[in-house]
């Protein structure tokens, strides 16, 4: 598969980064040509400096052979047009990351009249995961397979849980509940937990379930599973609005602090049934003026990271069920990780995701079957989602009788749009999704999982 990227900030640096290793033949654009020497030599990767607008620039790339386009520039309107001359290529497929509020509503209409294929928007992409961590307050983070028909949550295990003393294998029958622990994190270590697992104490774990099968899972483990009820968003910008477009439809009363008057303004008119604070809500003292014990939820998403690490660490022990930090830099992930901050959402990390998934169903029509891939656990862990194609050697086997990878685990196989917790006995069929997690990077193909 041949892809050009256009744009490379953190988000087109990661994808060259990313597909570079998945060996997929990368072109990269950009205008300043430190920028292009730095990925290519780093990755592997043809750069071409110039603007990727241009049509003379985009036949230099080689757009005429590409499968897809990616426009990652910081202008929207460039982003646009650089899909827009791209899509003329009858084979080329395109990809633009849209930033600002002013095309919310209008996506629909833009990948339709401007055959777009994806249209992203990294800061309602970013809303939406809080929004979700909202729902269950007590997972670190969410993430979902099979077209959110089966959920993957990551939480830290309770002082007094149920959980505390179990191995994996008893877990299932302790709770007669179809569950399963698919990774294990114990005093910084990674692991991906065969049965014989033992569960302690402030071992965060993640597992995988159906959404409907969340919140009894959390009750039996000991862990609260009202969602949120009101939210206090400290800053004002895109994801802020965004969220309280969200929160609002769900009925959860919303208070915004931002410290411009002119974007307060703004806010107060966008959003009658909210409440809209102008002041700094780095200051203590403004924090404390707000009274955080009253509320359920904050979510901190300034433009600094270390003022967001700070609020969040401050409000951890005052607010009642969840605080949300955004960080959008990755330069000083151990700092912010020695933290212990509750949960931690970076916009441009969702953005390559979602990217990297549209990108990976693209070739599974071509030389791969993953239907959707996580990098967890800082790019440690991956957990994949594949599809057994008609035909497949691997199909009809138990996987008791499969000789399966170090490291490497049966999450969960979806038929039919329920979850099966895999035992020995069981098989892959025909258009089942099999989710996978592994520490063995780099899978392509259901049978990579065999040794």
């Known amino acids: 598969m041949r892809v050009i990227i256009v744009g490379c900030g953190k988000v087109g640096r990661a994808l060259a980064k990313q597909l570079s290793e998945e060996k997929v033949n990368v072109v990269i654009i950009d205008k300043k040509p430190q920028v292009v020497q730095s990925i290519s030599v780093m990755y592997d990767v043809m750069g071409i400096v110039g603007n990727g607008t241009s049509y003379s620039v985009l036949q230099e790339a080689g757009v005429e052979r590409a499968d897809v386009l990616i426009a990652t520039t910081d202008s929207d309107e460039a982003n646009l ?75 830290r295990v309770p002082d007094d849980s149920v959980l ?12 007669r ?20 697992y033992v569960v302690e104490k402030n071992d965060i774990l993640t597992v995988i379930t159906m959404p409907y099968d969340v ?21 004002g910008g895109s994801i802020a609005f965004y969220l309280t477009h969200m929160l609002l439809d769900s009925r959860v009363a919303v208070k915004i602090v931002e410290r411009n008057p002119a974007r307060c303004g703004e806010l107060v008119e966008e959003f009658p049934k ?29 433009g600094i990271d270390e003022i967001n690490a700070v609020i969040s660490k401050y409000a951890q022990s005052k607010v009642h069920k969840k605080v949300v930090t955004k960080l959008s ?104 999704s099999v989710i996978v997690v592994t520490t063995q990077l780099g899978f392509k193909d259901i049978r990579d999982i065999l040794v």
């Open 81 to 155: 047009l650089c899909c827009v001359i791209a899509g003329k290529q009858p084979d080329c497929r395109t990809i633009a990351r849209l930033r600002n509020p002013i095309y919310f509503g209008e996506q629909h209409f833009l990948s339709s009249e401007l055959s777009i294929s994806m249209i992203v928007n990294q800061d309602q992409e970013a809303a939406r995961e809080i929004a979700r961590l909202l729902r269950f307050p007590n997972a670190i983070g969410i993430d979902t397979f099979s077209r959110e028909r089966t959920e993957m949550l990551r939480f």
């Open 164 to 175: 505390i003393n179990l191995s994996v294998r008893e877990i299932a029958a302790k709770l």
């Open 177 to 196: 509940q179809d569950i399963l622990i698919c990774i294990a994190e114990k005093n910084g270590e990674i692991i991906i937990p065969r049965g014989d």
């Open 215 to 235: 919140e009894q899972f959390f009750r039996k483990v000991g862990l609260e599973t009202d969602r949120s009820n009101n939210c206090i968003i400290i800053g």
């Open 274 to 302: 909210a409440i809209v604070e102008c002041g700094n809500g780095s200051k203590q003292a403004i924090l404390e003026e707000e009274r955080l014990e009253s509320y359920d939820a904050l979510v901190a998403c300034t």
């Open 329 to 432: 830099h990755n330069e000083f992930n151990e700092v912010f990780k020695s933290l212990q901050l509750d949960s931690v959402i970076d916009p441009k990390e969702i953005t390559v995701r979602r990217i990297l998934q549209y990108t990976r169903a693209m070739e599974a029509g071509m030389n791969s079957n993953v239907e959707t891939l996580y990098r967890l656990m800082n790019g440690k862990v991956e957990a994949l989602e594949f599809v057994i194609q008609p035909g497949s050697e691997i199909a009809g086997i138990s996987i008791m009788d499969m000789k399966i990878k170090p490291d490497t685990l049966i999450g969960g196989i979806v038929r039919e749009g329920k979850l099966i917790i895999p035992g020995g006995k069981d098989a892959f069929m025909e258009g089942d």
